[in-house]
């Protein structure tokens, strides 16, 4: 999608971010945050894609220290106004890159956010900087949702919100299968204005993943299908999973 970048998701949702997902969102950030903790091991956690700290803030007040890295000024401006929002370290800057002083215990990227990278060699890069940041013996854990095109017809996927007298909502997606591209578009059209907030993600399938992992020297120790630890199956509609550095 030409013209979408790093920060356009943060530019473009930051405003509704919060009220989208902070209370809708509630159960599953207190069951990732859990378990994150747990996996943990020592105190020094890095999140890519930080966001507004739906998961740091509650992690750091656990006790850990966390750092992240963000694409969006505008996400960052608002974690700052939250509780606890100032003492969280953030570099802003393209996760596939950007570096930050120190090691870690655990690094981690939630809620589908590798996919916000937008090209396979964007991911690749990634997985190696994270690589660069991990202490030896160090995790990285990756929740994402496992790709799903059932309701996709001819590579393409419309939905309605709604369709009243004077407004409707629709969403479309159009699948590029070959470069494993997602564009997507939410459309609200009333009878004096057009709204429009365009999404570009690049999926990868869990054992792609996997490999990529394996070429910045990581290796998958579990797979859950979700923070709860369920097992991970054919039917899995998403995954947690943990990669190690080698202790050596
Ligand atoms: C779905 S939100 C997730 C935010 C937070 N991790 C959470 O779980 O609530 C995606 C975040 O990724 C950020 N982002 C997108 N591309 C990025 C990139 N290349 N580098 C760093 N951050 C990026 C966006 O600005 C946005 O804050």
Redesign the pocket.
Known sequence: MEGYG??T??ELNVERYDAM?QESMQTETQACVEALAELAGGERVL??????G??ALPLAALGLSVHG????IA?VAELRKKRGGDAIPVEIG???ETSVEGTFDLVYI??N?IF??TTQEAQVRCFQNVSRHLKAGGLFVVETVVPDFSEYVDGQRMKGSWAEMHSARFEISIHDRIAQTVAFQRVVISDDSTEMVPHFMRYAWPSELDLMAQLAGLERRERWAWWDKSPFTTTSKSHVTVYAKSAT
């Open positions: 790093t920060t998701y943060g997902y999140e890519l894609a930080i966001g507004t739906r998961v890295v963000e694409a969006s996400m393209d996760m596939a939630v809620f956010t916000n990278l």
